[in-house]
């Protein structure tokens, strides 16, 4: 029984990158002795293990054999006589077919090496074609790396990425592994861009737009939610469709059509008039100002790219957060509490813009 450091944590390593997660490949290894020495089994015929301490994922050599369609269509042999080598051979490309043994010594039988020296992404081998999932993941890599280095995938790849498009397995491939391969990725728009190149789009996400819907910047902020749910919101013809072909979580489908559907009233709005309260009070009603994380996002999308439009919203805001209810008030009938509750907006509204436009 070896045991091998595999996969992005070689690759990260020998880039100069944070590792993130480490995987590891057991050689001569069954799933018996592995139960034995306390590992736990992910599934019950899937030949990956956790480890008990490090919560780490072992998964026994093996190799595979296309039976099916998509990246689910497989039958894979572990028997404890698959080599390393033969495991790595199934990989997608060089750079993540590279392994470390227990002393530090690197096993490269694909060239792996060079091709980060040379910041060149290349298939494996021939059976590179049998798995669709390898077009999204050639895609994030390819957008990933390029924030610090400047890979480009080999003209052979390029064609093979292209063969899989024509064979039609891109449409076996689930929403959620398509949206984990979307969520992995930093830059959004390069990543349907080089889809675009390959001519994969029609069948990931016909609802891609180069264009901008909203706003022709992008945002420069940390926050994954905020910064996906603009880019459905800035790059997606229709959001309901897109979101139910990559199984969207609902934190980012509602954040997009929030965006969709006030962004520009938003960052347009002036304050004329403290008489004319209406207008803003409908769009406060639109921001739903009860789903606090949700308008965090908003907001800090909103300020990033117009830094004008923080300080008064934000003050109205907080002072509509802060109206309680008297309590002599709160016994009344459900109509009345709500006309009550009205009124005091308006109010609040109203010597809001007035307060703002007396100060400036």
Known sequence: MKIYLVG???????????????????????????????FKQVGKDFPVFIHPKTGEEYALAR???????????????????????EDLERRDLTINAIAQDEEGILIDPF????????????????????????????????????????????PETMNKLREIVKSGELKYLTP???????????YKNSFFNFLEEINANKIIAPEYSSQHILDNREP?????????????????????????????????????????????????????????????????????????????CFLDICNNLNNNSSSFFDGLINKIKSYKLKKEDQTKSNQAIQ????????????????DYLNSN
């Open 111 to 154: 060239n792996g090496q060079d091709d980060i020296k040379n910041e060149r992404l290349r298939h494996v081998s021939d059976a590179f074609s049998e798995d669709p999932l390898r077009v999204l993941r050639v895609a994030r890599f390819k957008v990933n790396l390029s924030l610090k280095y400047n890979f480009e995938v080999v």
């Open 220 to 296: 420069k902020i940390e926050n994954e939610v905020a910064i996906g749910s603009w880019f459905i919101a800035n790059h997606i013809t229709n959001i309901d469709s897109f979101c139910s072909q990559f199984k969207v979580p609902n934190e980012y489908t509602g954040l997009a059509k929030l965006f969709r559907n006030t962004y520009k009233e938003f960052v347009s709005y002036t304050p004329k008039d403290s008489n004319e309260y209406n207008e803003l009070l409908s769009l406060i009603k639109k921001l739903d100002i009860r789903k606090e994380e949700r308008l965090k």
């Open 339 to 354: 006309k009550i509750v009205e009124d005091a907006y308006k109010e609040i509204t109203k010597k809001h813009i007035k």
């Open 8 to 38: 992005g944590a070689v690759r990260d390593q020998l880039l100069g990158l944070p590792i993130k997660e480490k995987d590891w490949v057991v050689v001569g290894s069954t799933p018996d002795e592995m139960k034995r020495k306390g």
């Open 63 to 85: 190799t595979e054999r296309k039976s099916g369609h998509g990246y689910t269509g497989f039958e894979f042999d572990a028997n404890p006589n698959v080599t390393l080598e």
């Open 176 to 186: 959620e592994r398509k949206w984990l391969e979307f969520y992995k990725v930093i």
